[in-house]
T-cell receptor
Framework: DTGVSQNPRHKITKRGQNVTFRCDPI?????LYWYRQTLGQGPEFLTY????????KSRLLSDRFSAERPKGSFSTLEIQRTEQGDSAMYLC???????????????FGSGTRLTVV | GIQVEQSPPDLILQEGANSTLRCNFS?????LQWFHQNPWGQLINLFY???GTKQNGRLSATTVATERYSLLYISSSQTTDSGVYFC?????????FGSGTQLTVLP
């Protein structure tokens, strides 16, 4: 497995446009997370999936944000009507869950850097 | 929610030196993880360490869950150790990260 893959690596968009990011987790990982990181800060939680079910959403996730994980495989994060304050690095991570998991540690992707102009 | 305090915020070392990074938590420690973010932005998981001590090469970590803190030890530092070190704690569904320790190792 090549790890967690995120696309695109960079995205520049005009304010008001919609953008969509994709995350492909490690295949045997059933947990998937989205985080956002701004300059000089640690990652902030956005949302969590177990398989295809979205089980947790942060208050940071306004109604302009939506995330999906169809069939419990890859995930997409869409931002509608982007604002300059949405400029950040969007990080995806995956991890194992279940009784047989001895290490619940996250594996992060390389992130998608969004710039809203 | 839980507050995560990391110290020191910045650290400059000469290559070969040892260092200790600390995380204090305002609430019970769960699913504690240490990460290294390299200068290219990639977050690498160093340790999943909810309690006890683990070692991986020149790095080791200790978590004292009853006292709500964790330590990351870096021995014989190398320039490639430069970057930001984050600790995090939380539920299985989400982690809260500290603001990080910016480490610079000089040749």
């Amino acid at each position: 497995d090549t790890g967690v893959s995120q696309n695109p690596r960079h995205k520049i968009t005009k304010r008001g446009q919609n953008v969509t990011f994709r995350c492909d987790p490690i295949s045997e990982h059933n947990r998937l997370y989205w985080y956002r990181q701004t300059l000089g800060q640690g990652p902030e939680f956005l949302t969590y999936f177990q398989n295809e079910a979205q089980l947790e959403k942060s208050r940071l996730l306004s109604d302009r944000f939506s995330a999906e994980r169809p069939k419990g495989s890859f995930s997409t994060l869409e931002i509608q009507r982007t604002e300059q304050g949405d400029s950040a690095m969007y990080l995806c991570a995956s991890s194992l869950a279940g009784d047989q998991a001895r290490d619940y540690g996250y594996t992060f992707g390389s992130g998608t850097r969004l710039t809203v102009v | 929610g839980i507050q995560v305090e990391q110290s020191p915020p910045d650290l400059i070392l000469q290559e070969g030196a040892n260092s200790t990074l600390r995380c204090n938590f305002s609430d019970s420690v769960n699913n504690l993880q240490w990460f290294h973010q390299n200068p290219w932005g990639q977050l690498i998981n160093l340790f999943y360490i909810p309690s006890g001590t683990k070692q991986n090469g020149r790095l080791s970590a200790t978590t004292v869950a009853t006292e709500r803190y964790s330590l990351l030890y870096i021995s014989s530092s190398q320039t490639t150790d430069s970057g930001v070190y984050f600790c995090s704690s939380g539920s299985a569904r989400q982690l809260t990260f500290g603001s990080g320790t910016q480490l610079t190792v000089l040749p």
